[in-house]
């Protein structure tokens, strides 16, 4: 066995993309696909994989694989500077739990991206994560600054309540950081729609991840856990746009796309669109949806083609375009894919 | 006056209408320096950024209305109390 010629091991697609894909990044992302499959012949076949790329690139054993987490206490200020270091990466729980509970939810959400997408952090280099708690007083957010920096707010206890209580709300923050070193998606418009799609579709995957939950268990709700009276149960559904809370307006297809000029023209609302994509995408396969359809979306927002000023359709082809690919043009990932896109009458071809 | 607060992470619109009078005098301060000129803060909101606040301030006075506008994290601390006691009094526009 342990001479058998590679040609046997891996597929000709395989084979001819570890040869002409020379980035980092393509060939973590074949080895994370190879990875996946618990099969002995594919895990050979992942060392041979190994053993083939290794000279062209910096990948190696060793290098990555743990965040590099600090999180400041702003004690209710609204300055926009790291306040106290109250826990750095490696020390144990402080009494705040506030605190402790970003700690945790920046190590899950690293978790997820390192464990299934082989990315070393916001910026696939093990750039610190850093997030500034207690911000403002009874502050109903959080936010991604554009410029390395997480804040989360207490809430009022109507609107919201901790904001660091939500591990799909941190997912979706620190990976507003992964789209702005990636695609840097425009935040308005439909671009705009997809960097939100794209944090409630991994902040929702960091936490399925964590509770080890398929995707006819998920709830694919968006901000269950830091939701006051007034906007309970959730701030939005993935599974059910539009039926989140008594005042969320989210279409679940193009035919009720909302053209506004509030809230940068919808990022908020007409992400409910693509995001209902991914849930039945991720449905109609079945199984753990951080696998194929987590792969297939992260394989988009790194795709060349897929730039700040993407469109839902653009974005949809691209998907399908990756689905053939890792799976092949019949595949049932690339025709669950297309079942997603034709659920909110986005063409994808 | 009215403020409207757009954006976050919920999206949600928030709307509150005051009277200037009901305001406490330092903060009714701030509404008449507003009128005069524009206040802007420090920071300068980046293109990278996400979820943040914006805030839309229109004060009438003698027959003429102003509109000021601010995008987190641009906020300068001296319009802040104002904007923070008005959002204690908004409800949800839609
Ligand atoms: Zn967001």
């Known amino acids: 066995m342990s001479h058998q010629p590679l040609s046997c091991i891996l597929s000709p697609d395989l084979l001819h993309k570890l040869a002409l894909d020379t980035t980092a990044k393509h060939r973590s992302t074949i ?111 959080a936010f991604w600054d554009g410029a390395g920096h997480m804040f989360f707010g207490d809430g009022d206890g109507q609107l919201l309540t901790d904001t660091t209580k939500g591990l799909d709300v941190i997912g979706h923050e620190l990976t507003h950081g992964v789209t702005q070193h990636e695609a840097n998606l425009t935040y308005s418009g439909q671009s705009g729609a997809l960097n939100e799609s794209l944090s409630d579709v991994f902040g929702s995957l960091v936490k399925q991840y964590h509770l080890k939950q398929t995707a006819a268990k998920a709830d694919w709700l968006i901000g269950k856990d830091i939701v006051g009276p ?27 796309y909302v053209h506004t000029s509030k809230d940068n023209g919808g990022v908020h609302t007409n992400s409910g669109i693509p995001n209902h994509a991914f849930y039945v995408t991720a449905t109609t396969l079945g199984g753990k949806a951080w696998m194929a359809p987590g792969n297939i979306w992260y394989d988009t927002l790194l795709d060349s083609k897929v730039t700040p000023r993407t469109t839902f359709t653009l974005f949809a082809a691209v998907t399908l375009r990756h689905a053939r690919s890792r799976y092949g043009t019949t595949s049932k990932e690339a025709q669950a894919v297309q079942a997603g896109w034709n659920a909110v009458k986005v063409r994808a071809r | ?33 507003l009128l005069a000129q524009d206040l802007r803060g420090p920071g300068t909101s980046r293109p990278g950024g996400a979820d943040q606040f914006s805030y839309q301030l229109e004060i009438q006075h003698d027959g003429h209305t102003v509109l000021r506008h601010w995008d987190e994290p641009e906020v300068p601390e001296t319009v802040r109390p104002l904007l923070t006691s008005l959002t204690r009094q908004a409800k949800p526009s839609r």
């Open chain 1, 31 to 141: 080895l994370n696909t190879l990875e996946l499959d618990q099969s002995f012949r594919l895990r050979r076949a992942e060392l041979a994989a190994r053993q083939v790329v290794r000279p062209l690139g910096s990948m190696s054993a060793g290098v990555g694989g743990s965040p590099n987490r600090s999180i400041y206490d702003q004690r209710h200020s609204t300055e926009n500077a790291p306040g106290t270091l109250v826990r750095k990466e490696g020390q144990g729980p402080v009494k705040d739990v506030s605190i402790n509970q970003a700690y945790d939810g920046f190590g899950f959400t690293y978790k997820l991206y390192w464990d299934i997408f082989h990315r070393d952090s916001i910026d696939d280099q093990g750039m610190p994560i850093e997030g500034l708690v207690h911000y403002g007083d009874a502050y109903d957010n």
């Open chain 2, 1 to 33: 006056m009215k403020l409207v607060r757009s954006g976050g992470l919920g999206g949600l619109e928030m709307v509150a209408t005051v009277d200037a009078a009901d305001l406490p005098t330092d903060q009714q301060d701030v509404a008449s320096t």
């Open chain 1, 230 to 256: 007034q906007l309970a149960p959730a701030l939005r559904s993935m599974k059910a746009p539009g039926t989140a809370n008594q005042y969320d307006d989210q279409p679940a297809d193009m035919d009720h």
